[in-house]
């Protein structure tokens, strides 16, 4: 029998103003090797277990997404963040992030190394940056690793939620 999983959103405000301008997060591409509904596993530099019975309950690049944009609303205070593409919604900045590496050691550690872009789109330069967040994870279980891959997730968001007021105050 198949175990499901989640990404869940843990970002909590930094105490920063509420900000009053719409955000999408839209692609987020992952690696080849996590593209799949099981777990990944790492167990070497150079080795990897995909685990049949441990799932993902979506598709990790869908819901990477759904988390940052959640992550994002709590950060910037406005519930004006959405995910992928939504009609009669009009952004004012749009959010990218390719996914250089996401790496789950059970029992170990949750790492999400990702490259993002935020760009306006009222035109302008974009502000890119990378994140490399790594967390312990608090048990030996798959929901201990996926709830350390929340968490950084949650760190990533925070590095785009700094670059997105970074970018509207002009800095």
């Known amino acids: 029998m198949s175990s499901f999983y989640t990404l869940d959103s843990t ?9 009053q301008y719409a955000v999408v997060v839209g692609t987020v591409t992952i690696p080849a090797a996590v593209s799949h509904p099981q777990f990944t596993l790492q167990l070497s530099a150079n080795q ?48 990218t992030i390719d996914v250089q ?5 059970l029992g170990t550690s949750a790492l999400v190394d990702a ?35 929340s968490r950084a997730l949650a760190k990533l968001s925070a590095d785009i939620a700094s670059a997105i007021r970074a970018e509207a105050s002009g800095g």
């Open 11 to 19: 970002a909590t405000s930094d105490g920063a103003p509420a900000t």
């Open 48 to 95: 990897v277990e995909i685990d049949e019975y441990h799932r993902w309950a979506a598709p990790l690049d869908e819901a990477i997404g759904r988390v940052v944009a959640r992550d994002l609303a709590a950060l910037l205070g406005t519930p004006n963040v959405a995910s992928g593409s939504v009609g009669n919604f009009t952004p004012a900045y749009r959010v």
């Open 101 to 105: 590496r996401f790496q789950s050691t």
């Open 115 to 149: 490259l993002w872009t935020v760009s306006k789109t009222g035109g302008g330069p974009p502000r890119s940056g990378r994140s490399i967040a790594q967390e312990a994870v608090s048990g030996s279980d798959y929901d201990a690793l996926a709830a350390a891959h």
